[in-house]
């Protein structure tokens, strides 16, 4: 999720080329309710965004997962800011484990080697390899 179409454009496509399905969203809010009802193996996490940034984005949507009671899996995410890694005040989450910080601005070429790194990191994650 992303409010900047500039980076969203590349971004799409080059995951799309890695053979992802890739679902869009301008802003927290919106991003929040397709993730409480669908299903996702990451998020994509611009952390300065419209009605709802990053850090209250994962605060109040794992806490509904909680309140819901309900079986949930962790869903690894990854943050795509320009905000500094250092400078992110993530909230501690039950459902959401941050695997990796991709700082903007970011060339095409270090978006790619971006999510490859990140592609070895789900792998791991998800117990494939």
């Known amino acids: 999720m992303d409010d900047s179409l500039e980076s969203i454009a590349p971004l799409s496509s080059l995951l799309t080329e890695a053979g992802a399905l890739v679902t869009i969203t301008l802003d927290g809010l919106s991003a929040r309710?397709?993730?409480m009802e669908g299903h996702f193996d990451l998020v994509i996490l611009d952390w300065t965004m419209p009605n709802l940034n990053g850090g209250d984005f994962l605060s109040f949507t794992d806490t509904t997962f909680y309140l819901e009671k309900k079986a949930r899996k962790v869903i690894p995410?990854?943050?795509y800011s320009g905000t500094a890694e250092h400078h992110l005040d993530a909230p501690?989450?039950?459902?959401?484990?941050?695997i990796d910080h991709w700082q903007k601005p970011i060339s095409i070429s270090q978006l790619q080697?971006?999510?490859?790194?990140?592609?070895?990191?789900?792998e791991e994650f998800y117990g494939i390899k």
């Open 77 to 79: 995410y990854v943050t």
């Open 92 to 98: 501690e989450t039950v459902f959401f484990k941050r």
């Open 33 to 35: 309710k397709m993730i």
């Open 113 to 122: 080697n971006a999510i490859q790194r990140t592609l070895t990191k789900l």
